[in-house]
Each structure stands twice: as structure tokens, then as C-alpha cells.
């Protein structure tokens, strides 16, 4: 890091403070004499910190604090986040302050390919007290960058359709199952969208939250990028169809809110559509178990995907604690990393239902599926991680969305407006290009 005179120094770290949100960290990173202290940032709900009252342990503090009893020559200084949290991580990374252990979800190919984290693929190897094998396989590929890994993950996420068992009842319909196709979904969505009112405007909507962005579309063509990272994969004949299906239901069918509408349609709030209970169908991930469980007003379950010609494909992502390249203690931030893996760790971690454990004997117990609880079907959860696809999986990735989104915006703007994108193929071509210019960029500039 370039060294700052000392005005230039105060006016960096005015700067950061007024970015960075406010956030929960204990003490510094002063040695205690005999130990060594490690920073670990992770992102954190308000069973970690907000609305809970002084002296409250959230699951992290309790965890942190057994692995201090079984570590006693380490010290960890946890740094809690609940927004902003790839921003100020940034900020930190460029002022030379990464911490030692770093949760990362999805950003992490984006920070990986600044060269942010430890190579763990070595240690790894050689350790033979961790074995990976219990561990959802597709949940490790998405933390490895260039064929090495760099983090192991304790949880991860899918989606799946959520629906209104009661609107189904009402209007004497079979529920979905997991072998159902996009034309049943389709079919289902014309029959369950009504306007009861006469006055040209749904009162009821047959699906709702399919797929904001064509996001889900994409992902049914699996992969976005080739390996070596160089080539947008998105135009496929797979993609093309699932594309023009989301399309037909906003604007052939009028069974789809446009993605603009719902907060006008439905309100504020996660899930807010489903929710309302004014719509058939919704997409839904993993995390939505517990705000939909709020819902006393009618009945509810999920179910997988449907196949388009018995293909399926789906949002998937993970969460993994990885050691910064920066830290000066290594071996103690892998006992860290090491200890996020195990069943006491994610055992805590997910009790709430926010997410999937990463170990597979956990996630297939009753203490995930929960069947006591709604959703019954919550094995679908995991069913779909056979076909989930992390979107955006590049270095360039947030760039590259940004791209491919003002594509999108133009797609869904209404019939008649001089800008709107009128076709797939059109859609499709000036998408590709927009993507592929950026990761050609990116390359270019490594």
C-alpha cells in the first residue's frame, strides 16, 4: 500500500467512516502477549447483533468463543455486518485492512480475482484430519477460482416455486409436483389469474416473482461463462425458449406482474407478493421459509422447478469463510476456516432455516427439512442443488450483470414505448454482445 502523508491519511479514513454502515467489532488488533488475534468480518442478521437485548450471545459469539476454549493461544475479534457488505469489504481490501477470515457469498469470484484470498488447495490436501467428502460437491465448486479452492463453505442456498395451497383448493386444482413441466406451470398460471372485479386490472395473479430478470431463463442453459473463463455462454436454444416463456406470461398472457409493478401491486417487504396472498405462484429461495411462516391468512408448499423438456435449471449459492492473502498468521486463520466446518459450526449457524447446511448428512436430517414445520416439501430445497447454477460466476461478474440488466430494462419496457427491445433474438444478440465486451475488457486489463 502507497504510504499517505498525514493530512491525505485523516481524509482517508474521514472517508471510509462516512461509506462504511455502522458496524459491531471488539477491540482492535492489538497482540495479547502469548496469543495471536485475528480479525474475522462476517455478514450478520439480528440473531448476531440489532434488535437483541445487552449481553445477548448471537450463534456466532457462542461459536467464536469454543473455538477460543479449544484455541486458547488465539483470539478472535469479530467485525458484524448486515448491509453494505461487499462495499465495505472493498473499502477495507483497498486500504490494506482486509481482516484475517472473511465470510463471502456470491462475491467472492469478484474479489478472488484481485488476488484477495489464500490458495487453502495445498493445505487442504495435507491435512487428513478434514475430509470434504461430506460436503455438497457443487457448494465447493463455487469456491474455487482457477481450478484451486479457497474456501470451504457451510451453507448454501437454492430456489424453488412456492404456491398457495389454498387458492389452489379453491379453485379445485391439483397442487404441483416436483415432476412437473414449464407448459403445467404456465397452464396452471392462466387458470389461477383472475380479474373478479370486471374493471380490466388482475385481482388475482397466477404467478408472480418467476424471474425478475430472466436470471432463472439463463440459468436452465446451466454454466454463464465457459472455464477458462473467456466466452459468455448465455445464447442457447434453451435460453432463447425459457426467455420467450417468461416473456409470454407478462406480456402475451398477462398471468406475470411485471417486475416493476410488484412493489406498486403488493407492497414492501420480502416476498411481498406471495405473501399478499393475491398470487397463485412465486419463486422462492431457501432463506423465505421464515418470513412466509408468518402467514396465517392460508396454506402453503414448494415444489422444485419445472423441466422444460426435461431439463431444469436454477439460482444456487453458497457461503464460506476464506483466509485473506494479507494475513500474517496463516496456520491459526486455517484453524479458523477449519473449525466453520464443522457440525457444531453450521449446526448454529443455520438453526434458524435462512440457509442449507453445506453438510449433507445435516441437510438431509430432520433438523433442516423440518417436517413438523412448513414447507412440507422442503426436501425440493435440496433436490435442487443437482441443477443449480451460481449465476454471474466471473471475476467481472457485477460488471457483466450491469450489462446484460440495461439489456433487460429495455426488454420489459411496455409495448409501444420507441425503446423497448421487441424480440428474444434481439434481446438475446445485443445482450451477448453488451456481457461479452465487458469480459473481454476485464481480461484485457488483468
Known sequence: M???????????????????????????QKETKGK?????????DETDLGKNPEGYKGPSDKLIAEFMEKNPNIEVKPIY?????????????AAGEAPDVVWMGGAFLSFAGKGAFLNINDRIKSDKSLNLDGIFPKALDMYKYKGDLYGVPDAVTTNVVVYNKTMFDKAGMAYPKDNWTMDEMVNKAKKLTKDIDGNGVNDQWGIADWDKNGQTSLLYGGPMFNK???????????TRAMLQIWYNMIFKYKVH????ESKTLF????????KSGKVAMSGFAAWGRLPVRTVKDFDWDVVMYPNYKGKIGGYMSGEAYLISASTKHPDEAYKLLKFTTTKEWETLQTASGSSIPSLKALANSNFFLEPQKK???????LEMIKYGTLPWASPAGREIRRAYNANVQRLLLPIGDKDKITSIDKFMKLATAAMQKVLDDYNAGK
Open 267 to 274: 407492497g414492501s417487504g420480502s416476498f411481498r407478493a406471495f
Open 257 to 260: 406482474p411485471l417486475p416493476a
Open 2 to 28: 502507497c504510504k499517505l502523508n498525514r493530512y491525505l491519511k485523516v481524509a482517508f479514513i474521514m472517508l471510509v467512516l462516512l461509506a462504511v454502515p455502522a458496524f459491531v467489532f471488539a477491540g482492535g
Open 36 to 44: 495471536v488475534t485475528l480479525s474475522l468480518m462476517k455478514y450478520a
Open 81 to 93: 455486518l448486515n448491509e453494505k457488505y461487499s462495499t465495505t469489504y472493498a473499502i477495507k481490501l
Open 375 to 381: 414447507p412440507k416439501n422442503a426436501a425440493a430445497f
Open 228 to 238: 477458462e473463463g473467456t466466452k459468455v455462454l448465455i445464447d442457447r436454444p434453451i
